[in-house]
């Protein structure tokens, strides 16, 4: 091979050579930008996901506010219970310093006798362990109030743990019917263990907004006592909570729309219109579907459906 020839090839070579360097450098600043625009996306996405936690927080406290009237009565009477019976025992503790000092002082058996009757001290006895259980019975319910509305309250962890839906609906329930201004009937029957996995409080979140939303159609439609039915069943794997009403239902035109933020048919000030959005975000996150529709026997129908737990017998 000729000179020529060979620096021909040692050109190219260094072409070649070059155009790798540079094809390597562009790479690495693809790369980089990459991994930036990777960042910028993890960040929003983060963002996305803590914006998200306030707003089902946020819901969840407006829900909560509107339980405060109930959750004072609830609380109201445990609380009652212990007062008076704490100033039971106060009056009873002062005859029994009285008796006990008299006894103390050496007085006569004619005379203990006599005070020990007059203080009424036998009543007293036989008294005392009825005004101390019924003390802590009242003391042990209004913690578990308190402790019933610090995991209401309280911000998620992202964990998912075991759930039973019917004890979720039972809570629901129980608060829904303390901050109603009305009486209602609620048609449910808890049927066979249905475990499904998740955060119960964001769960029972759920199904108190769409309890809410049922009572307020059913109040709003005039009905002399609102009536909601619930039921759950499984069925392949699938969990389904139904929660129906007897309103004037949901009018064509805003079906499509009915869990979109901010959308709302309630008057000014009766709605934020973000509960059937994040109720709908909420049933996403546990991988299920949240529908509605108008029933054939009048009213509205959502229809929760959720995957059972994968410890869950199948029902028979």
């Given at each position: 091979m000729d000179e020529s020839t060979w620096l021909d090839v040692i050109q190219k070579m260094d072409e070649v050579y070059s155009q790798l360097i540079t094809d390597e450098i562009e790479l690495e600043k693809k790369n980089a930008e990459l991994e930036r625009t990777n960042q910028e996306l993890q960040d929003a996405h983060d963002a996305l996901k803590r914006t998200q936690q306030q707003l089902i927080h946020s819901e969840k406290m407006a829900s909560l506010g509107r339980l405060v009237a109930g959750v004072a009565h609830e609380l109201?009477?445990?609380?009652?219970?212990?007062?008076?019976?704490?100033?039971?025992?106060?009056?009873?503790?002062?005859?029994?310093?009285?008796?006990?000092?008299?006894?103390?002082?050496?007085?006569?058996?004619?005379?203990?006798?006599?005070?020990?009757?007059?203080?009424?001290?036998?009543?007293?006895?036989?008294?005392?362990?009825?005004?101390?259980?019924?003390?802590?019975?009242?003391?042990?319910?209004?913690?578990?109030?308190?402790?019933?509305?610090?995991?209401?309250?309280?911000?998620?962890?992202?964990?998912?743990?075991?759930?039973?839906?019917?004890?979720?609906?039972?809570?629901?329930?129980?608060?829904?019917?303390?901050?109603?201004?009305?009486?209602?009937?609620?048609?449910?029957?808890?049927?066979?263990?249905?475990?499904v996995t998740g955060s119960a409080a964001q769960l029972q979140q759920v199904l108190m907004n769409l309890l809410q939303n049922s009572l307020d159609a059913v109040s709003g439609a005039g009905s002399a006592t609102p009536q909601i039915w619930i039921t759950v069943e499984v069925t392949n794997g699938r969990a389904c909570l139904r929660v129906r009403d007897k309103g004037p239902g949901i009018a064509p035109e805003h079906l499509l729309c009915i869990f979109d933020p901010f959308f709302t048919t309630k008057p000014v000030g009766k709605g934020t219109g973000l509960g059937l959005s994040i109720s709908y975000g909420i049933v996403e996150q546990h991988g299920g579907t949240l529908t509605v529709r108008n029933h054939v026997q009048g009213g509205a129908e959502f229809v929760l459906e959720l995957p059972v737990a994968d410890n869950q017998t199948p029902a028979k």
């Open positions: 109201n009477n445990p609380i009652s219970f212990v007062l008076g019976n704490v100033h039971a025992l106060s009056r009873y503790c002062a005859r029994l310093g009285t008796y006990v000092n008299a006894v103390h002082e050496g007085q006569d058996a004619a005379a203990v006798q006599a005070l020990r009757k007059q203080l009424r001290i036998e009543h007293m006895l036989d008294d005392l362990p009825s005004l101390i259980a019924g003390t802590l019975e009242g003391a042990q319910r209004t913690a578990d109030i308190v402790n019933d509305l610090k995991r209401f309250s309280a911000m998620d962890p992202e964990v998912s743990l075991p759930v039973n839906l019917n004890e979720v609906v039972e809570r629901a329930l129980h608060w829904i019917s303390k901050g109603s201004p009305l009486p209602f009937e609620v048609h449910w029957q808890p049927g066979a263990h249905c475990t």
